[in-house]
Nanobody, 114 residues
Framework: QVQLVESGGGLVQPGGSLTLSCAASGTVFRTNIMGWYRQAPGKEREFVSYISAGGGTTNHADSVKGRFAISRDNGKNTMYLQINNLKPEDTAVYYC???????WGQGTLVTVAS
């Protein structure tokens, strides 16, 4: 059974940066499309970014384009989300998802506040 574990969240000042990680167990990571989602307080979970299995194709929600970068290291079974120029509206629990198998991580909280 595949498990996903996010890490890297925390309290950051506006304008700051963070790198989130999503570590996967098992051997199927490298063959799966992966994605990041987030859920802000009182709001529904929303799509943030995805990356193809080989890493050659990425896409981001319009709200984060130019500030977020998704990447992966298939040798380490890990996906990353580099977040720059953080804004208070980026405050949310960030989840990673293995698209093909519909597996979710437990989430990591990012709080942007001065």
């Amino acid at each position: 059974q595949v498990q996903l574990v996010e890490s890297g969240g925390g309290l950051v000042q506006p304008g700051g940066s963070l790198t989130l990680s999503c570590a996967a167990s098992g051997t199927v990571f490298r063959t799966n499309i992966m994605g990041w989602y987030r859920q802000a307080p009182g709001k529904e979970r929303e799509f943030v970014s995805y990356i193809s299995a080989g890493g050659g194709t990425t896409n981001h929600a319009d709200s984060v384009k130019g500030r977020f970068a998704i990447s992966r290291d298939n040798g380490k079974n890990t996906m990353y989300l580099q977040i720059n120029n953080l804004k208070p509206e980026d405050t949310a629990v960030y989840y990673c998802k293995m698209w093909n198998l519909e597996v979710w991580g437990q989430g990591t909280l990012v709080t942007v506040a001065s």
